[in-house]
């Protein structure tokens, strides 16, 4: 695959960031410059794109070095100065940019353009939620916020004689050996306590200081203020209230009779806390790879079969060392896809322990690379700058389709069904704890005064309505009290997650169609990705082949559908 960066043609090649007054000529160069007629409002844009792309481009990597190893307080440093010194100078330039661009007089032929429609509209909102005040508050919370990652990464337990990451302990849940996972869990449950008063002070105080932007910005609460933030034109919360009802109905009963079958298997009356994830007929985990390179190269064969493209994508990605996949100390929790909008090539960080969720994290990170190649040359950045329902459709979507070919990994048949059927079941297992998480997040924002023991028995409320009661929890009770605190974009990216629900029922169209004509649904699923931000969310799904619909009609017809892909794997 031959890429090429795109030259600059406004920004000097050679420019290094490291004072605001390096950038501030640009600002000022956009802000002051006389735009006399279409053709200068295009040049315009494209320059204001590109020093949109250079600056966050630069924070990726900041943030991207940081989280591969935060125990080097350099790298923290280093993002730290971006998100305290150079973004609170850049909030007053972008509103002063916004205004510039709605007052101008060439911008109404512009909006003819679905694509530039979007784009303007998003404009329109952040012009109507800033405030200057907010622009100190904003920095100091994208600061706060990186502290989950920290605190996260800290964590480790001692196994054997020698201390792992949180993630290789969970994957020790599934193994066996009862005495073994009691331990781990233990273990795991003494650590998370060390921790549990930090985080929830930490909440407090994010969710404290979020409510006072939103009321600064003239909003009742944090929520109302993020729904418009996040540019959520195609639903509403109500809309979301909807969806938390009808998983509750109709996904939370399915849930319950596959734990009560795994139950019955394991030969017990109630799971503990430590037997939810070991296979009950006592088989051992799912092991389809040793190191994360034996991963990649799997996943760039099944990327290969689905599509040539597929496959160069990653082939380009590890080409220029934008992956790093294997859990290590100091690594922050989690895996991402970051989009680096002026080089056109993303980068993948994740933590791989050999587990089968690692190879659908792989997948699905991949599905969001792919996206990143896809619409790479769209002509601005706004473009590239996706809705998360649509990014995450991407990668959900990714998960399902190489289902068929997780055989790179698996040379049984019997273990190629396991996953597959692992797999589905986590996709029903999932959409009730989406919609948990989402639902404390309207609880939490629209009761901002609440205590710590007030949002405790709310979550365990949730865990009433959205568990299967299968899970006898006597001597950890704080463990599920504070379960969410394991949630990362509950600290880091708030109301980001019910996306997850809706790209999920997304996904399961896009992989409904493969079935009957795999070939068509991959030609939908790339004309789709190509898109970027330039159509609404429901025109991106039509094209797909699929429906922007997360009613419970829809949601019953694609649960039952799953049940039925499940039934066939039954031996």
């Known amino acids: 695959m031959e890429l090429k960066k795109q030259a600059r043609t406004f920004l000097s090649e050679g420019l290094v960031i490291d004072t605001w007054e390096t950038i501030k000529a640009y600002f000022i160069d956009l802000s002051e410059r006389d735009i006399q007629s279409a053709a200068d409002l295009e040049k315009w844009l494209q320059d204001r794109s590109e020093l949109d792309a250079v600056l966050e481009e630069d924070a990726a990597w900041r943030y991207i070095r940081m989280t591969i190893d935060t125990r080097d307080e350099a790298l ?3 993002y730290t100065f971006f998100v305290t010194k150079i973004q609170p100078e850049l909030a007053p330039f972008d509103d002063l940019l916004n205004r510039k661009l709605v007052e101008c007089p060439f911008t109404a032929a512009l909006k003819s353009d679905p694509a530039y429609a979007i784009y303007f509209k998003s404009v329109e909102t952040a012009l109507e939620i800033f405030r200057e005040e907010n622009i100190a508050l904003d920095a100091e919370l994208n600061e706060k916020s990186q502290l989950f990652g920290s605190i996260s990464a800290a964590q480790s337990i001692d196994y054997e004689g020698t201390q792992i990451t949180m993630q290789k302990a969970a994957a020790l849940l ?3 050996d009862e005495s073994l996972r009691k331990s781990v869990f233990e273990k795991m449950a003494h650590r998370r306590r060390e921790d549990t008063q930090k985080l929830h002070d930490l909440f407090s105080e994010l969710v404290e200081k979020r409510h006072q932007l939103s009321v600064n910005a003239g909003f009742k609460n944090f929520r109302d203020y993020k729904f418009k933030a996040l540019n959520r034109f195609d639903y509403t919360k109500e809309d979301c209230f909807d969806f938390h009802q009808s998983v509750k109905a109709l996904i939370v009963p399915i849930v319950r009779e596959i734990q009560a079958e795994r139950l019955s298997k394991l030969g017990k009356t109630a799971f503990k806390p430590w ?3 070991v296979d009950p007929e006592g088989k051992s985990p799912l092991k389809p790879f040793e190191t994360g390179d034996e991963m990649l190269t799997g996943t760039i064969k099944m990327f290969h079969q689905i599509d040539a493209y597929f496959g160069e994508c990653l082939e380009k990605m590890d080409e220029m060392g934008h ?3 294997d859990s290590k100390a100091g690594k922050a929790p989690g895996g991402y896809n970051y989009p680096l909008y002026e080089i056109g090539v ?3 960080f994740m933590n791989a322990v050999g587990a089968q969720r690692d190879l659908v994290t792989m997948v699905h990170e991949g599905g969001h690379a792919v996206h990143s190649f896809l619409s790479r040359d769209l002509a601005l950045t706004g473009f590239k700058n996706l809705p998360s329902e649509v990014a995450e459709l991407a990668s959900m979507s990714m998960e399902l389709l190489t289902m068929h070919l997780w055989s790179a990994f698996y040379t049984s048949d019997e273990q190629l069904n396991r996953a597959k059927k692992e797999q589905l079941e986590t996709v029903l297992k999932i959409l009730p704890w989406i919609a948990q998480v989402d639902e404390f997040q309207h609880w939490v924002y629209e009761n901002p005064g609440h205590q710590i023991s007030d949002r405790d028995r709310q979550w365990l409320k949730l865990c009433t309505e959205y ?17 969410w605190q394991r949630q990362m974009h509950l600290f880091e990216v708030p109301f980001y997650y019910i996306e997850y629900g809706i790209a999920q029922l997304g996904a399961l169209g896009v992989w409904k169609n493969s079935l009957s004509d795999f070939g068509k649904a991959i030609e939908q699923y790339k004309a789709a990705l190509a898109l970027g931000y330039t159509r609404s969310i429901p025109e991106i799904y039509k094209t797909a082949g699929i429906k922007f619909d997360f009613t419970s009609d829809y949601l019953k017809e ?3 559908f799953v049940r039925d892909e499940l039934q066939k794997l039954k031996p």
């Open 346 to 348: 993303p980068f993948i």
């Open 558 to 560: 694609l649960a039952q």
């Open 76 to 78: 923290s440093d280093a």
């Open 467 to 483: 568990g299967t009661g299968l899970t006898d929890w006597t001597g950890f009770e704080d463990q599920l009290a504070t379960s």
């Open 174 to 176: 599934k193994e066996t």
């Open 275 to 277: 037997d939810t994830e």
């Open 323 to 325: 992956l790093d996949l």
